[in-house]
């Protein structure tokens, strides 16, 4: 078992590019999260998906992230223009069924460098 | 507004001393709460909940409604302990993460 997978690993981009992060979380796992990792920080939810609904994107910056998890399994996180403060770690997480207080498993994250 | 507290970025101890990891939360309704750790190259993992209320490799945390704390304990601390240590906090649906304390058990 892979465990929660993300891709890339590592990405350096110029401000102003796009990106775009994947995530596909342990199988027949039902919930999905996005967090946002700045240096010397806790993780920060973005977004949780029931299957393919968005339950909470409160936290989301919609001017500039979009995320979207079609078919209810593998999910994208995107940046579009980024900025030198969108520079962080970015984390998924899956957990089996729904609820927030279920445990969640992480993947390995995505650093995002923003020059 | 913080909603979680770990006062201590950096925690040394040495192998075999006690070690407690503070963690206070700011909630007035029923908090449920949570460890999580992060060992050195290894993914961020669940360590215990406060519901469970089970020893999870010799750690304990007690909820204290009273001081509004979670503290993270163990009476003797190994050098396979030493990772980055992270508080949460769900309030209704949102998850909160401290800030993290840097455990370091010294040989």
């Known amino acids: 078992e892979a465990g929660v997978v993300q891709s890339p690993r590592y990405k350096i981009i110029e401000k102003k590019q796009p990106v775009a992060f994947w995530c596909n979380p342990i199988?027949?796992?039902?919930?999905l999260y996005w967090y946002r990792q700045n240096l010397g920080q806790g993780p920060e939810l973005l977004i949780r998906y029931e299957n393919e609904e968005a339950v909470d994107d409160s936290q989301l910056p919609k001017d500039r992230f979009s995320a979207e998890r079609l078919k209810g399994v593998d999910s994208t996180l995107k940046i579009q223009p980024a900025e030198l403060g969108d520079s962080a770690v970015y984390l998924c997480a899956s957990s089996l069924v729904g609820g927030i207080t279920d445990t969640q498993y992480f993947g390995p994250g995505t650093r995002l460098t923003v020059l | 507004a913080q909603r979680v507290t770990q006062p201590e970025k950096l925690l040394s101890v040495f192998k075999g001393a006690p070690v407690e990891l503070k963690c206070n939360y700011s909630?007035?309704?029923?908090?449920?709460l949570f460890w999580y750790v992060q060992y050195s190259r290894q993914r961020l993992q669940l360590l215990l909940r406060?519901?469970s209320r089970e020893s999870i490799k010799g750690f304990t945390a007690d909820l204290n409604k009273g001081e509004t704390s979670f503290h993270l304990k163990k009476p003797f601390a190994q050098e396979e302990d030493s990772a980055m240590y992270y508080c949460?906090?769900?309030?209704?649906?949102?998850?909160?993460f401290g800030t993290g304390t840097s455990l370091t058990v010294i040989p």
């Open positions: 949460a906090l769900v309030t209704g649906n949102q998850f909160y």
């Open positions: 406060h519901i």
């Open positions: 199988s027949g796992h039902n919930t």
């Open positions: 909630y007035s309704g029923s908090p449920e």
